[in-house]
């Protein structure tokens, strides 16, 4: 075969092989066009997700991950090792997730005393993540609870339903006054308790919530 022909024969398998490529990839821009744009992979307040969903396609494709989402959503405020009891998953996997869900904005936590407690993202302000935290404690949500039906109860009165010592409803008073959850007033014979009434509708609600 002369050396012209060669060369001609090369140049045509080279303009045909071009052509297979730009045919390729114009096929592959209108399938994409047909699926449509890519998905933000955070949307904002996410209601409960199956793994049959968009978003557990997308971020929740672990079915544990899943798991561990939907759990926290229906238990805010719920801590680190209330989720490995719950679950019953180690503290490794759990953490491993927790990780992942927070980095990519589905769940948020805040740090209560000894505890660091989760939530859905997005769902609660700051203010109803502080009350939720401390109504976690069954001793605060009772405490709130019978202030809230018997206003301006007194400190012996409320120990005894508790069924607590002084000492530590005085303790336990002392931080939902910190946090500005009830209000306390004192004579010379009595201290009283009542509930802040900037507060009243947000813990009524969060108990709602805990309920």
Known sequence: ?????ALTILVVLMILSLA????????????AMKLGPTLPLVYGSLPRITSSGIMGQWILN???????????SGSPGVHFRGICNGLGLSVGVIQYHLEHLTSQG?????RDR???RYFEARRFSEEEMEVISTLRSETARRAISIILESPRITHGALASTLGISSQG??????????????????????????????YRETLVECLSILA
């Not at 075969?1 to 022909?5: F, L, N, P, T």
């Open 114 to 116: 000894r505890y660091r």
């Open 1 to 5: 075969m002369k050396r012209g022909s």
């Open 169 to 198: 409803l005085t303790w336990l008073m002392g931080r939902l006054k910190e946090e500005g959850a009830v209000g306390v007033e004192s004579d010379c014979r009595y201290v009283r308790y009542t509930i802040n009434e900037g």
């Open 106 to 110: 589905l769940l948020t936590s805040r």
């Open 20 to 31: 297979l490529v730009g045919s390729l990839t114009e096929n592959e821009e209108r399938g």
């Open 62 to 72: 672990s079915s544990t991950r899943l798991t561990i989402y939907n759990y926290v």
